[in-house]
């Protein structure tokens, strides 16, 4: 293996260096982020991916509470709320400091938190005896100050220099003094203050009286000398002022929701699920608000994930997908450059701004290790305006375009190979170039592992896709001279592909083409390329019989890779596991060829898995065990949740069923064999925006069609096609 395949090695082991947070809980609003234990505490002197986190660095890594020394017993923890938590403990038997037994479940412990900027906690502890308590309640706390990268086992430790705690009045200080010139601090403020401090441990000596309740008050702030303006708390607003903006907020997406209703209830919490959790991982840069990729391993700016998340909500959420446009082209590559895979007019991988990328130690700063980011991006763009109609922005990020299209075609074949491919340049960066970007991602049916240069099947696809999508834009501007160009060269691909990626024997596509030839195994890789319609319409049933065999399919949905394999591990990041917008993808790839009933399946299995989560939320994978043998999909021990894309897997299956294709430059909207899955007998949608006019519809399942009527009168010339 290369010194860069162990970097990268390196970097996708580090993603299960903890054991298990799967029954984590989490808060988050902004650029902050909350993630700890069921019961509230953050683990000490333990490396399990537990912390306060903003900007890339953990601020606290430790919070433990303990009634007279000891730990208390959780019986209830919720966080519906996203930006607010409750947590409700009892006491175990213990003997006061009078001397008195204490019967275990008699004192009740409540901690309620919210995160408007910052971490506001409230203790309440009531005494359920009839006599008086006299015990200790002790705070300890702990801040490593320790980058993401470092979390996650990547790349060494802190450089800086922790600085001593300083307890002053009501005020716990833990600082670091990073080698970037950064200090960064921890500020705890108590009300009322403890009777005293030792180091990172405050201690209140309570009286608790019989049937009262004692109440105390953290407001744990995050600070970054150093650190952009608009990363910084404003001070002008208060706590509540800033949780009636957040209410606000989500109030709005609740909303959004309403106007899309069911008669399944079930069906009904996880799309709201769904939605909030896409509000929840709302992140601001230079004032724009893009998807965070997901909690707490990915917690910024990656230009795959939230494209592709943009692209799932609409048409339930427009603004992110403009915010994120707009933000991806500010960091469009300028420059040649190997430490950081970047070339002029390519999109992002990933963006970092902690300390170790203040230090150029790592190359997200930004990192462009992706060879799919860029096509993506300007599929996004015609998307957002095919719903929007809003071609100014074409013109606005005009010359965006054409660099992206200036990457795709004077460097994206690095190989020359005669396909988009990648060819890995910098010493830390990522060996796999696509969405599955683990080292055992692309392989051989005899397990070898993909040599680069390697040009990926669904890449081809989206390739595809972004040039026949954008030859439209440019026709209806009137640039008909480059639109003809990229219609002659989609339709070259088209051809390529279909000669030197397709697999007779198999009947299937290849996963790629490498330096040594075919990467032959079956995997999902091309099963995407249904989305973007460079598949042969003769060859896709093949496909779909395929990819529902019991290799592919699990009963939770498709496989990353077929169960046959040398490779396959059901545990396997990329290599057996299946991923939710994966099978998002597939589905409106499905519904793009005709399969409607086979698309319906995936959404149903979507479906089913949300609805056995906690909270119906889909984490970022989870186990390619058979369903026969589980009745529950199998957790992945340290996937994301929430996940943007994961978010996104509903309600962007939904979109597939009801078979939507916006024109609002032309004032229509086609619906192409809608088709209710058998669990849904109704479902009205009200307000759907296409170029900024409200329609409704409604769906009914009749026997095994589903009928459309649009209520009102509306605008929009609504057509039909059963």
């Known amino acids: 293996m290369t010194p860069e395949a162990e970097v990268a090695m390196e970097y996708v082991e580090s993603h299960t260096s903890t054991d298990d947070i799967t029954d984590s809980l989490v808060i988050r609003e902004g650029n902050v982020t909350l993630v700890t234990e069921k019961n509230g505490n953050i683990p000490l002197g333990e490396e399990l991916g537990y912390g306060l986190y903003h900007r890339d660095c953990r601020f606290l890594s430790g919070y433990i509470i303990r009634l007279n020394d000891r730990l208390l017993r959780n019986i209830l923890s919720n966080d519906d709320r996203d930006y607010a938590s409750t947590i409700v403990m009892t006491n175990r038997a213990f003997t006061d400091d009078r001397g008195k037994e204490v019967r275990k479940d008699t004192i009740t412990v409540r901690r309620d938190r919210v995160i408007p900027g910052l971490v506001r906690e409230i203790i309440s502890i009531t005494n359920h005896n009839q006599h008086d308590v006299y015990a200790s309640l002790t705070l300890e706390l702990e801040a490593d100050f320790n980058d993401i990268f470092t979390v996650r086992g990547i790349d060494g430790k802190r450089s800086g220099s922790l600085q001593k705690p300083i307890f002053d009045r009501d005020t716990l200080l833990l600082s670091y003094l990073g080698k970037d010139g950064h200090k960064r601090s921890t500020r705890i403020v108590f009300d009322p203050p403890p009777e005293c401090t030792n180091g990172r441990t405050c201690t209140y000596c309570l009286r608790l009286r019989p049937s009262k309740t004692y109440k105390l008050e953290l407001r744990i702030y995050v600070e970054e000398t150093g650190a952009p303006e608009e990363s910084q708390l404003r001070g002008d607003l208060s706590i509540e002022e800033r949780l009636d903006r957040i209410r606000t907020s989500y109030a709005h997406t609740t909303e959004c929701c309403g106007k899309f209703s069911t008669d399944n209830l079930v069906f009904n919490r996880v799309f709201l699920r769904s939605l909030a959790d896409l509000r929840l991982l709302n992140m601001s840069s230079h004032g724009h608000i893009f998807h965070s990729a997901g909690v707490p391993w990915y917690d910024a700016l990656f230009g795959r994930d939230s494209i592709i998340s943009a692209l799932q909500s609409m048409p339930y959420e427009f603004s992110k997908a403009k915010s994120t446009l707009r ?15 970047e070339e002029p007019g390519k999109i992002l991988h990933e963006l970092r701004v902690g300390e170790k990328a203040n230090l150029n130690e790592i190359p997200m700063i930004p990192y462009y290790g992706t060879v799919d980011s860029t096509p993506l991006f300007l599929i996004l763009l015609a998307e957002y305006i095919g719903w929007t109609g809003e071609i100014g922005l074409m013109h606005e990020l005009f010359g965006h375009v054409t660099a992206a299209l200036g990457w795709m075609d004077n460097y994206a074949d690095p190989g020359d190979m005669g396909f988009a491919s990648y060819l890995p340049r910098s010493k830390k960066g990522l060996t796999n170039h696509g969405w599955k970007d683990s080292v055992e ?15 990926l099947s669904e890449v081809q696809g989206y390739f595809y896709m972004a040039k026949v999508r954008m030859a439209i834009l440019f026709e209806r501007t009137g640039n008909r001279d480059l639109a003809s160009r990229l219609i002659h060269d989609a339709h070259e691909l088209k051809r390529k592909f279909n000669r030197d990626f397709w697999m007779s024997e198999k009947r299937f596509y290849a996963q790629a083409i490498d330096r040594e030839g075919l990467c032959d195994v079956i995997s999902s890789n091309p099963l995407q390329c249904l989305w973007t319609g460079i598949v042969d319409g003769g060859r896709a049933a093949d496909m779909v019989k395929r990819m529902f065999e019991p290799d592919m399919f699990t009963g939770w949905g498709i496989r990353t890779l077929s169960s046959l394999e040398k490779r396959y591990s059901p545990l396997g990041y990329h290599a057996g596991t299946v991923w939710p917008f994966d099978n998002s993808i597939i589905a409106l790839g499905l519904c793009r060829y005709g399969f409607k009933e086979e698309a319906n399946r995936l959404l149903t299995c979507m479906y089913e898995a949300a609805s056995q989560y906690p909270r119906y939320r889909l984490p970022e994978l989870f186990g390619g065990y058979e369903r026969e043998h589980y009745n529950v999909p199998t957790r992945y021990p340290v996937a994301c949740s929430p996940q943007a894309w994961s978010a996104g897997t509903i309600p962007y299956m939904l ?29 009205k949608i009200k307000d759907l925006m296409v170029g900024g006019v409200p329609v409704s519809l409604e769906f009914k399942r009749i026997d095994m069609d589903t009928m459309v009527n649009v209520p009102g009168e509306t605008a929009i010339d609504v057509v039909v096609h059963y």
């Not at 933000?327 to 895979?341: H, I, T, V």
């Not at 692309?442 to 993909?450: C, K």
């Not at 619906?671 to 899955?677: E, S």
């Open 327 to 341: 933000l991806l082209a500010r960091y469009q590559g300028r420059e040649y450059n190997d430490w950081k895979d």
């Open 655 to 683: 979109s597939a069923a009801l078979g939507y294709i916006p024109q609002a430059m032309d004032q229509r909207l086609t619906l192409v064999k809608p088709t209710l899955p058998p669990w849904l007998e109704a479902l």
């Open 441 to 455: 991602a692309v392989s051989r049916s005899d397990g070898s592992l993909a040599q680069p240069p390697v040009a």
